[in-house]
């Protein structure tokens, strides 16, 4: 895969540098790309889902990577519309679109994006940190409570309908300042216009980022990317003044006369002096030759600080509003984009509150340093809403769709859940408040198990007690043990056993495809090598897939066929094999046997 990381990091360089870039469209013909793209998207969760077409990753092919290349080489490749679901919006009764793509254009969409984003991503704000390498929700909150201390005021900026709202022809303008390629170009806008079908009717894309596809992020970040430069060449630099807030003159007053009562030896009135000094700002919090102005987004969420007064925060905020609405047609969400007070109320951002911390009577090191210091604090309507799915009537109740499974499976369920709760919330001030959360869990699961083996709480509990030793010492959980014989580990799940200590350090970046290029990637050097892994034919190799390693022990099936056995062995949810070997499992004839 030496060439296709090398064509990246020629991207890489020149995006490093400024520099425009042409004939793009060429690196589409590069085969090597699409079994880097493959490598990094054939384990998601949608790559089993069918689009229109019904064409999944089974029956990947380096065949099918020839056609497509042949294709797009004559520019006759065409990209489907994508079927259109409505899923659940998160924290509201209604429901967003979804787009199902096919899956041959999930892997043309994969490489547009390896190009893009190998290009792209080293001229982005450092201020951005959505959908880029090694970046996320933690770095953006870390950044927040790093630099912006001394704020006043938060404002909290929405987009209205942000992805299905971007205008096309905006975005190729854009594109074009730095790619000069037509034939790129054309195709990311037969991309961008290729419709949804909805109960089997076609409607065309007038604007926005093709729901659910997966070069929606980059394009996304290209295009907003104009928000960040607007803020930090135009608003940041006239919002920036001052090296430091002029000294308060109460304050120095205050200094004086404690500096006097100490001449004389006046120590009763030195303690009330240092007092009533406390209770005052040292510098002058309305000094007007200070302001500063401070900037984080993420994704179509963004977040300023602001030192200074609230006319001018208002100010600002309808200086954005324009800006979008004139040059990028997009509208600010009004009940979502509010200006808020940083000390006396809380902004929401990344599911977590942010406010200015304020106390006169805690002091470390001999000042008050809490003072105008940023807190991230785990909202209680989270809490609520969490708890509230492992409750009934007030109290914790059991999760009837369990009972069929396993201890095993039940319990590292939970665990799953819980975990990804409390890693997400490590760096607020008050993670403890989620131990609310994992006595509700604690008490639901136990709640299952018992109705399982019909017995009672106390007994299941007595029976999976256990303590586990973390860097926080030994912790109370339960856990299930299951034996595998005497030369293999058991296989053990745990509940709990996760401290609630905050963690100031804790970085959760963006979750990355599974595969970052095809050098280690196993699967594709099994494709490579040509080989069926069942009949060892080396004709027309394809790769069957299953969405999970469970559907290969459905119940009622005893006499499991060669290749169940034999993925079921390897652990593995692939398999290389002949068309032959393909069609006869997809039409449930037996395959030929195994090879040693």
């Not at 384990?43 to 689009?51: D, E, H, L, S």
């Not at 205050?254 to 009562?261: N, V």
Request: charged share 30%; with cysteine.
């Amino acid at each position: 895969m030496q060439i296709a990381e090398a064509v990246l990091d020629i991207l890489r360089k020149r995006g490093e540098k400024g520099l425009p870039v042409e004939r793009l469209y060429r690196q589409l013909f590069n085969p090597q790309l699409y079994l880097v793209a493959y490598g990094r998207i054939y384990a998601n969760t949608g790559a089993m889902t069918p689009g229109v077409t019904g064409e999944t990753a089974d029956g990947m092919s380096l065949e099918k990577i020839d056609s497509i290349i042949d294709a797009l080489r004559a520019e006759r490749y065409r990209w489907t519309p994508v079927k259109r679901v409505y899923i659940e919006k998160k924290g509201s009764a209604k429901k967003r679109p979804l787009g199902l793509p096919a899956w041959s254009d999930k892997l043309v969409a994969e490489v547009v994006r390896l190009l893009l984003e190998a290009y792209y991503d080293i001229q982005f704000s450092d201020r951005s940190h959505g959908f880029r390498p090694q970046r996320g929700c933690h770095t953006a909150l870390s950044e927040v409570v790093d630099v912006w201390k001394g704020t006043h005021w938060f404002i909290e900026g929405d987009i209205s309908d942000c992805f299905g709202s971007l205008d096309h022809e905006i975005m190729l303008a854009i594109l074009a300042e730095k790619i000069h390629d037509e034939r790129f170009l054309r195709l990311i806008s037969h991309m961008l216009k290729a419709g949804y079908l909805e109960d089997w009717r076609w409607n065309a894309t007038l604007s926005g980022a093709p729901q659910g596809g997966i070069a929606s992020p980059i394009l996304s970040n290209i295009y907003l990317d104009q928000l960040d430069q607007f803020i930090e060449q135009s608003l940041l630099p006239e919002y920036n003044r001052g090296q430091r807030r002029r000294r308060n003159r109460a304050y120095q007053a205050i200094e004086y006369a404690i500096e006097k009562a100490t001449r004389h030896s006046d120590q009763e009135k030195v303690r009330a002096l240092r007092v009533q000094r406390r209770s005052l700002p040292s510098q002058d919090p309305n000094d007007p030759d200070y302001r500063r102005l401070r900037y984080v987004r993420y994704a179509d969420d963004w977040l300023l600080g602001f030192a200074g007064p609230k006319h001018e925060a208002e100010e600002i905020k309808s200086r954005i509003g324009r800006f979008l609405q004139d040059e990028l047609k997009l509208e600010l969400s009004d009940s979502k984009t509010v200006i808020t007070h940083a000390t006396s109320q809380a902004a929401r951002f990344l599911g977590y509150e942010i406010r200015a911390q304020h106390s006169d009577t805690k002091i470390t090191r001999n000042r008050r340093a809490v003072n105008g210091a940023i807190g991230l604090f785990v909202p209680k309507q989270v809490i609520r809403q969490k708890c509230a799915l492992y409750m009934s009537r007030g109290q914790p109740a059991l999760r009837g769709m369990l009972l069929h499974d396993e201890d095993f499976t039940i319990v590292a369920k939970y665990q799953a859940e819980y975990r990804g709760l409390v890693q997400y919330y490590l760096l607020a001030q008050d993670v403890h408040h989620l131990g609310r959360l994992q006595w509700v869990m604690e008490t639901s699961l136990l709640k299952t198990l018992a109705r399982k083996h019909r017995s009672t709480v106390s007994k299941t509990a007595r029976k999976y007690r256990a303590t586990v030793k973390t860097a926080d010492g030994m912790l109370r959980c339960f856990q299930v043990i299951v034996p595998r014989g005497e030369d293999r580990q058991p296989l053990v799940s745990r509940f709990g056993g996760i401290s609630l200590k905050r963690q100031r350090t804790a970085v959760l970046t963006d979750q990355r495809p599974v595969m970052a290029s095809a050098k280690r990637n196993e699967l594709i050097h099994r494709l490579l090598a040509e080989c069926c892994e069942i009949c060892e034919s080396r004709t027309k190799l394809e790769v069957h897939h299953v969405r999970k390693l469970a559907d290969l022990n459905r119940p009622g099936r005893r006499d499991k066929p060669a290749w169940v056995q034999l993925m079921a062995k390897r652990r593995r949810k692939t398999l290389v094999i002949c068309r032959r070997c393909h069609e006869d499992i997809h039409a449930g004839r037996g395959t030929a046997p195994l090879r040693n």
